[in-house]
């Protein structure tokens, strides 16, 4: 669904004003992704719980590495945040063997010094 709509979600990167210019229906855009992402949220929480900083932190990279079309975005966010998680188990799983780390703490040790990297640097 999201991938549809690509063109539209980077028409809206220049704003509302640029892209209603341009032919997109900004307020049902923004209604129709806000749903979709609320339900995508929901799903993913339902099973697997609060997992901090995936999500916050991994469109950043990818963004920096692929650039900002929503096109490739998208799809390597998916490919890079599941690899990151599944790393994120690994380590929960083997660093204390038989003990586990919960995998939160585990993003959160990455993602917290990630935040506070960008932070900082757009302060520059």
Do not use: N, W
Request: charged share 20%.
């Amino acid at each position: 669904m999201i991938l549809r709509h690509c063109r539209e979600l980077d028409l809206l990167t220049f704003g509302d004003e640029d892209a209603m210019a341009l032919g997109v229906d900004t307020k049902s855009m923004k209604i129709k992704l806000l749903v979709f992402a609320s339900l995508l949220t929901g799903i993913s929480v339902c099973f697997t719980g609060v997992i901090g900083f995936v999500d916050l932190a991994v469109p950043h990279v990818v963004r920096r590495v692929f650039g900002s079309s929503h096109k490739l975005v998208i799809p390597m966010t998916l490919v890079i945040g599941g690899t990151f998680l599944s790393l994120a188990d690994l380590l929960a799983r083997t660093l204390l063997a038989p003990q586990e780390i919960p995998v939160g703490a585990v993003t959160a040790f990455f993602g917290a010094p990630f935040f506070l990297f960008v932070y900082f640097k757009e302060r520059e």
